[in-house]
């Protein structure tokens, strides 16, 4: 009798400013998985620099695989790994190269399968590398530092995109109110962290695109009248309430992202709704999607949420199990679209 070996993939992410690598078997059982992460870095300078990251990756990448194969039991990837999966687009291109040269240099040594992988399929992957029920069709809003789209998957592979952001993404928007306010990078968790302290109520700020009967998103808008607010205060010699407002703005740009999600279910008719992206981690979302009445809302752990390689391998695997990979002309490309 013989027993067939599992389908182990190794899942690599550098596209922005988190180092990431796990060992995958089949598609959701994590072996191992490690992120370096650059925060301290970028701190300083209140954003992430690109070049900065790419030189951190490439510090970062060899030990931090080394230590993940060994915590996963691979001790032959020649000959247990069955598959490369690795980010090559959007995001940095200097950040992606690191992951993607260093993903076809490992394949051609060790003579092992390789897929590029969207970074943007890989978000939508970190929810069906958790819940076995997520099954197409459904809606997946995808909120991060640098995406705000809702995108209706109707089977693995076919995406169409029902609405996007025109201007800021709205974890851009959480970390320049963050930069406003004098806190940290990156802001979307520390003003999570007060605007549940805040009274949502202390400054009435428009909610983005509220009377439009467009799926679309905008944040630059409100971003600035967090700006005016903040001037006016001043201007009248009073401190700035931080807290308030932190949940003054919270609550805006959540009303915002839950009432497009209301529509689009109403649109397309599709009641599962799939939340993925680093800003998915915000509890005021998470609370205010999850009360969404005849709505059946997917939530990845907050480990998920932001930059890693299991959802990377998760969707590296599917697409590979799809019948696609790559060769080795594979290359990075920072504005890489999400259908193919
Ligand atoms: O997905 P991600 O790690 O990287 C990108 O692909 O952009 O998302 C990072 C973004 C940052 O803008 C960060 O401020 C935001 O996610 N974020 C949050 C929270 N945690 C992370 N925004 C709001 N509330 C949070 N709890
Ligand atoms: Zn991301």
């Given amino acids: 009798m013989t027993v067939e070996s599992p389908f182990l993939t190794l899942g690599i992410e550098t596209s922005c400013d988190d180092t990431a690598v796990c060992v995958l078997e089949n598609q959701r059982t994590v072996l191992a998985q490690g992120i370096s992460s650059q925060i301290e870095e970028h701190a300083p300078f209140g954003g992430v620099v690109p070049e900065v990251a790419s030189r951190c990756h490439q510090e970062a990448l060899l030990p931090l695989l080394r230590r993940t194969l060994e915590k996963a039991g691979i001790h032959n990837p020649a000959r247990q790994l069955s598959l490369i999966a690795v980010t090559a687009g959007p995001g940095l291109v200097g950040s992606l190269l690191v992951g993607v040269m260093s993903a076809k240099a490992l394949a051609q040594a060790w003579e092992v399968s390789l897929v590029g992988v969207n970074h943007l399929e890989g978000h939508l992957f970190a929810n069906v590398a958790v819940h076995p029920s997520l099954e197409p069709p459904f809606l997946s809003l995808i909120v991060s530092g640098g995406h705000t789209e809702i995108v209706f998957v109707r089977s693995f592979g076919e995406y169409e995109l029902l609405g996007e952001t025109k201007d800021d993404a709205v974890g851009e928007a959480y970390d320049k109110v963050a930069k406003l306010l004098g806190l940290g990078y990156p802001g979307g968790p520390e003003v999570d962290r007060l605007a549940r ?24 808008g409100l971003k600035t009248a967090v700006l005016w607010v903040l001037r006016r205060l001043e201007k009248e010699g009073k401190p700035i309430p931080v807290a308030h407002v932190c949940a003054s703005f919270q609550k ?89």
């Fill in 197 to 220: 302290e805040g009274d949502p109520d202390a400054f009435p700020l428009p909610v983005p695109l509220e009377h439009s009967d467009e799926i679309g998103f905008s944040f630059s």
């Fill in 252 to 340: 805006a740009a959540v009303a915002s992202l839950v009432g497009k999600v209301r529509l689009a279910v109403l649109r397309s008719g599709v009641r599962r709704v799939a939340v993925s992206g680093g800003v998915a981690a915000n509890s005021a979302l998470r609370n205010a999607l999850s009360a969404l009445p005849g709505v059946e809302i997917f939530l990845p752990p907050l480990s998920l949420c932001t930059d890693n390689a299991v959802m990377i391998a998760a969707a590296g695997y599917n697409i590979y199990r799809r019948g696609f990979f790559s060769d080795l002309s594979l290359s990075p490309d920072p504005s890489l679209p999400l259908s193919r």
